[in-house]
């Protein structure tokens, strides 16, 4: 049974760096494709990165491509997301999801994909 635990939030100012975390339980997360979401307040819960579980495919939202980063570390059951040149409009709750994959290739963009969710963390930017 994995279960996702994310960490490294904070408040910061705009264009400072963050690295988030994303540890998992379980020996079977190597299977898992991993994907970042965010939620600002009275917004949906949209997709920033997904990982697939070689780590070889990466995906990104349109407003964080070129600033963030998602890479997974296979000895650590870590996935990371860092966080560059931040700005306020990144401010949200970050959440991390997983879904078991077909193929080491394989990755997931859609909410609605993913079944495990660690209980997020959050990340405030201030101008």
């Known amino acids: 049974q994995v279960q996702l635990v994310e960490s490294g939030g904070g408040l910061v100012q705009a264009g400072d760096s963050l690295r988030l975390s994303c540890a998992a339980s379980?020996?079977?997360?190597?299977?898992?494709?991993v994907g970042w979401f965010r939620q600002a307040p009275g917004q949906e819960r949209e997709f920033v990165a997904a990982?697939?579980?070689?780590?070889?495919?990466?995906n990104y939202a349109g407003s964080v491509k070129g600033r963030f980063t998602i890479s997974r570390d296979s000895t650590k059951n870590t996935v990371y997301l860092q966080m560059n040149s931040l700005k306020r409009e990144d401010t949200a709750v970050y959440y991390c999801?997983?879904?078991?994959?077909?193929?080491?290739?394989?990755?997931?963009?859609?909410?609605?994909?993913?079944?495990?969710w660690g209980q997020g963390t959050q990340v405030t930017v201030s101008s």
């Open positions: 379980g020996r079977t997360f190597k299977d898992y494709a």
């Open positions: 999801a997983a879904v078991r994959a077909l193929s080491s290739q394989q990755l997931f963009t859609s909410r609605g994909e993913y079944v495990k």
């Open positions: 990982i697939s579980t070689s780590g070889g495919s990466t």
